[in-house]
T-cell receptor, first 116, second 114 residues
């Protein structure tokens, strides 16, 4: 069965510090997809990124970057030079290609608090 | 932009009441989902639907049912609300096909059962 673990429940940083969120996944499928979502205080989840299991290239988008390593089953997310607006709960999620309806399995989430 | 709307942001119901949560999406997505979110547990899938009148159980379907009579609308029904169903309920939709498409979420309904 698929599983996603986000070991860090809460991280507190001061503005401009970098913060890395860990995500470890388990799956028996060889084809799968990994996602990160952001949930700001307003409550609505916002899609950030999707990676498939065949693409291990790291990705950078502005202050956000993602490190995908199949060897360690990890898909970590780094916010560089954090800002107060980055305060949110961040979820990592996994979808197996064989899963009906493109179901997602979510991790427990990591709450990030960026203090001014 | 994809828009997913939910009928209420906050809802308070009494134990034993029948509760309807409505979700509507405007992007002609085939897949729709209902999750509940509880602290420390992340999002857990209750039910999903991949077509009109089609539904499948998720990880925690007990105590819930769903209805999808039209493609754009997906309803979650609590037949007899209980206090352990107090939670945040999130609806989502996505395209269907090979590969996993991102899900788009509504703003959530915070349900309190007293």
């Amino acid at each position: 069965a698929q599983k996603v673990t986000q070991a860090q429940t809460e991280i507190s940083v001061v503005e401009k510090e970098d913060v890395t969120l860990d995500c470890v996944y388990e799956t028996r499928d060889t084809t799968y997809y990994l996602f990160w979502y952001k949930q700001p205080p307003s409550g609505e989840l916002v899609f950030l990124i999707r990676r498939n299991s065949f693409d291990e290239q790291n990705e950078i988008s502005g202050r956000y970057s993602w490190n995908f390593q199949k060897s360690t089953s990890s898909f970590n997310f780094t916010i560089t030079a954090s800002q107060v607006v980055d305060s949110a709960v961040y979820f990592c999620a996994l979808s197996e290609a064989k899963a009906a309806g493109n179901k997602l399995t979510f991790g427990g989430g990591t709450r990030v608090l960026v203090k001014p | 932009d994809v828009k997913v709307t939910q009928s209420s942001r906050y809802l308070v119901k009494r134990t034993g009441e029948k509760v309807f949560l409505e979700c509507v999406q405007d992007m002609d997505h085939e897949n729709m989902f209902w999750y509940r979110q509880d602290p420390g547990l992340g999002l857990r899938l209750i039910y999903f639907s991949y077509d009109v009148k089609m539904k499948e159980k998720g990880d925690i379907p007990e105590g819930y049912s769903v209805s999808r009579e039209k493609k754009e609308r997906f309803s979650l029904i609590l037949e007899s609300a209980s206090t352990n169903q107090t939670s945040m309920y999130l609806c989502a939709s996505s395209l269907s096909g090979r590969g996993a498409y991102e899900q788009y979420f509504g703003p959530g309904t915070r349900l309190t059962v007293t």
